[in-house]
């Protein structure tokens, strides 16, 4: 019985933590964002780091379904602690300090910090909205809702490209 309590919490953690990450999930980083022992992955985009605990996760079912007791407590511990370390970095990741010396990539990797948050805030905004949306009981503010949401995907594609635009900036001045 508490086993199965313990899965359940566990997967309703990885699956708010997936729609936390979904965001800003696939924004690289210069240095590794973990330590070697607790991710094995070498990709420092975030939702690597997601991907990797939920495959832990599901090791931790195989192990319960296979009663292999030193094996499931080690796998809770270490999954957990994934957990915690991708919550952490996920309310801290727009304060995250950059390696680099070079003044201009250090710009342009500010630049791409301040665009992700952006995104992420308008993200944010945009569920908001269908929220609201769902919820509206006039045809006037269905409609208003939903002239707000195209707004919204209009801005996030325009800050999306602004990325991809920062991303080859960068790229060409790390070659």
Known sequence: MKTTRLLHILHQQLEELRARVAPLGHHATLSARFDRHLFQTRSTRLQSCVDEAEMHYEELCRAIELQQLPQVAWLAEHLSAQIEAITKETASWSLRAWDSGSPVIAKWQRKRL????????????????????????TLSDQQRLAREIEVFDG????CRQALNEIEQVLARLMR
Do not use: D, S
């Not at 908001?128 to 949306?133: E, N, S, T, Y």
């Not at 801005?155 to 325009?158: K, N």
């Open 155 to 158: 801005r996030i594609t325009r």
């Open 114 to 137: 301040q665009h992700q948050e952006f995104e992420r805030r308008l993200v944010e905004m945009k569920q908001l909205r269908i929220r609201q949306h769902a919820e509206a009981t």
